[in-house]
């Protein structure tokens, strides 16, 4: 009986007695020496808890599509950026220290619409340090049936709430806190899908709530502050040619 990704993983983690968790999705392929390199460099880095690596898109037959984004490699900017969106490797190229997520009693959980790999690097950042291997790791396949294209095609809507569900645990979760007329304009601008300013008072607005979590993050001592400062700014300028474009 199919009972989810969720649950299928964490089946898995729960019955597994090695030191290090290796996600790899069924329509997947990783890379011969994938595991060797991850788990070298697991004990060679003992601060980190969690990590990823780079990947290229395949489609449904394995030809090559495009090589994906350049991932983030310092975690104290995956931090930042994980306050407002997911973290830019395929989750796939995943490995976990297994007592890491028993430690903090970290899972994956149901009813997040493909997202769950989203909210355990959300609840993981909180308490660990995620990077990511500078290494070819893994084709991913995209295809129409896949698990991310069915739930974009089927439940829209509540994925939508739920993405800005998580952005909101993310910032409570350390420690900020907004009015809520200026967390649903954040959320709104920073969707998924279809947001973003439309007007040079939005951009305004935008740059004045990014000050209030500056602000705070200072008042609160955060050591990734200088991170966050920049994600706030490369936002504020895609934000910036978004209007540009528009009114061009």
Known sequence: RNLGIS????FGI????????ALLDDDDLAVCRRLEWQTAY????SEIDVLGGRSAMIDENGNFIKYDIEPIYNPKYIKANLLFHNRKFANGTTMIRKEFMERHHLYYQNHCYGMQDFRFYIESSKVGNISTINRFLLRYRVHPENDTKRNFRVFQEERKQAYAYFQQLSLRK?????QEESLAFLQRVLAE????CSSARELKELHQVFCELLRQGAEMG???L????HVCKVKLAGQLIRIKDLFS
């Open 7 to 10: 649950y299928s993983t964490n």
């Open 14 to 21: 729960d019955h597994s007695n090695g030191k290090y968790i």
């Open 42 to 45: 697991m004990e060679e880095h």
């Open 174 to 178: 350390s420690g900020f806190s907004l």
């Open 193 to 196: 899908r279809d947001g973003g």
């Open 222 to 224: 955060i050591d990734y």
């Open 226 to 229: 200088d991170e966050l400062e």
